[in-house]
């Protein structure tokens, strides 16, 4: 599978996840890097059976690199990502060419179901994925009109009873032995991340603040942060609606204070 993120922590998550279901992962930084490996592997007669496409990214972005990728006649599945979940969302990604959508932060179960699937229609259609004409519109809007509705997103992970103290913010998977390894990565990063925002502030470069505030957005729930999601999804929509510096350094503030607080943890074991 190829995967074009740009963020490191979702690169990890979304990689790990994949290679543990026995999944071949190649990853792409950005969308012109994600077309440049997509037809290359294609003209080489070793396609991806899947493209993973994150829609928000630098350089050019998911709906830009699909568009290119279906203009140039690649065939082969493309499943969006995006943090974005709002009414028309999946109508623009399909518009772009995409097959099917997902939205994060990731959900492990649904990921490789979908991923599953699609690499199974691949195979079973033949391994033929590039054409030099582009596919009349018709055929393309019919093979798209047939895919199912995506489910509701699941809802932001609670913390584990179990696991929280005043002090401390755990991860809802603490425990998991699957997710161990990455969720202490992830929470040893965070401090580069705040570092990063601090920076952004300091230099007012608001576009730089909304950046790092969508990629926690999308990536911390991942990794079973639920309430770190949803201060940066209020963070980000605060910055994109022009909010007075006030209301901003208060969401800040949040932020940094609950990103200090990420703890990786192993469940409390019960009294016998």
């Known amino acids: 599978m190829l995967l074009a993120e740009d963020g490191v922590d979702n ?17 792409a930084e950005n969308g012109r890097v994600a077309v440049e490996r997509a037809l290359a592997a294609a003209v080489s007669g070793s396609p991806f059976d899947v493209i993973l496409m994150d829609m928000q990214m630098p350089e050019l972005d998911g709906y830009g690199a699909t568009a290119k990728l279906r203009q ?13 979940a709002m009414a028309g969302d999946r109508e623009r990604c399909i518009t772009a060419g995409c097959d099917d959508y997902l939205t994060k932060p990731i959900h492990r179960t649904r990921l490789i179901e979908t991923a599953r699937k699609w690499v199974e229609k691949q195979r079973a259609e033949g391994p033929i994925v590039l054409r030099r004409s582009v596919p009349p519109t018709g055929v393309r809007e019919r093979a798209i009109s047939t895919l199912p509705s995506p489910e ?33 990565l992830f929470v040893e990063g965070l401090p580069a991340r705040m570092g990063e925002l601090r920076a952004a502030i300091a230099a007012g470069a608001a576009a730089d603040v909304k950046r790092v505030a969508h990629q926690l957005k999308g990536a911390a729930g991942g990794y079973g942060f639920g309430p770190i999601t949803a201060v940066a999804g209020e963070l980000e929509l605060a910055i994109g609606r022009g909010e007075g510096a006030a209301e901003t350094e208060e969401i800040v503030g949040r932020l940094l204070a609950m990103c200090a607080r990420a703890r990786a943890c192993e469940p409390v074991a019960e009294a016998v």
């Open 11 to 27: 690169q990890l998550l979304i990689s790990t996840v994949l290679k543990k279901a026995g999944a071949s992962v190649v990853i």
């Open 72 to 84: 140039k006649g690649y065939r082969g599945p493309i499943i969006a990502l995006t943090a974005h």
């Open 152 to 184: 509701p997103a699941p809802a932001p992970p609670s913390l584990t009873p179990d696991c929280t103290t005043e002090e401390a913010l755990f991860s809802e998977f603490a425990g998991d032995v699957d997710m161990a390894d990455i969720i202490d």
